[in-house]
């Protein structure tokens, strides 16, 4: 059975053009075999970009990059204290995560107000190599008690009270928080 469209009789240049068409037959095309690629060549190229891809995961979710202030880092001035021992001691703990402080402090008769600082992450200015010279939204907390492990990057004296120091810590893994140095402390 012949599948033409029904024409008008006026529309006989139309079947003039459309008959070879009726001759035409499908065609199927030869595949060509694809090269041989050897197998080791094809592994390692593989391992390459599943290690390239984990690799680019960890940075952009920070576990391998840093934040904006990366490079950055926080030396504070030693303490001063109301005396010599209590800002050296005060130095020493600079640095130190917050559960080695906390005990150091209490042994020598120290009671502590703890804040957390939360470093920002939207970058301000940025410098010549388009690293941001500074983050904002950061904001320090008053909380109760501290993660032990925080890292203790300041002492300070709380004037109202002889034996009360304000302890500044932050998180040990803020992607966004300077690298804490210690200061020069006296007596070592």
């Not at 095309?29 to 060549?41: F, I």
């Not at 130095?91 to 917050?98: E, H, M, P, R, S």
């Not at 020598?108 to 470093?119: D, V």
């Amino acid at each position: 059975m012949n599948r033409v469209i029904a024409l008008e009789r006026d529309d006989d240049i139309v079947r003039e053009l459309l008959a070879p068409f009726e001759r035409v037959q499908p065609v199927s095309l030869r595949r060509r075999p694809r090269p041989r690629r050897s197998r080791p060549l094809m592994l390692a190229a593989a391992t390459a970009g599943v290690a390239v891809l984990a690799f680019a995961s960890l940075a952009t979710a920070g576990a391998i990059g840093f934040g904006p202030l990366h490079g950055a880092s926080i030396s504070p001035s030693p303490p001063t204290l109301t005396t010599g021992a209590a800002s050296t001691l005060a130095c020493n703990l600079i640095g130190q995560t917050a559960g080695q402080a906390e005990t150091v402090l209490h042994q020598n008769g120290y009671q502590i107000e703890w804040r957390f600082q939360h470093w920002g992450s939207q970058p301000v200015q940025t410098s010549g190599k388009n690293a941001p010279g500074g983050v904002t939204g950061g904001y320090s907390s008053e909380p109760q008690t501290v993660p032990a492990d925080s890292v203790v990057w300041d002492i300070g004296a709380e004037t109202r009270s002889a034996n009360t120091l304000f302890v500044f810590v932050q998180a040990p893994n803020d992607p966004n928080a300077p690298t804490v140095t210690q200061p020069n402390c006296p007596g070592r």
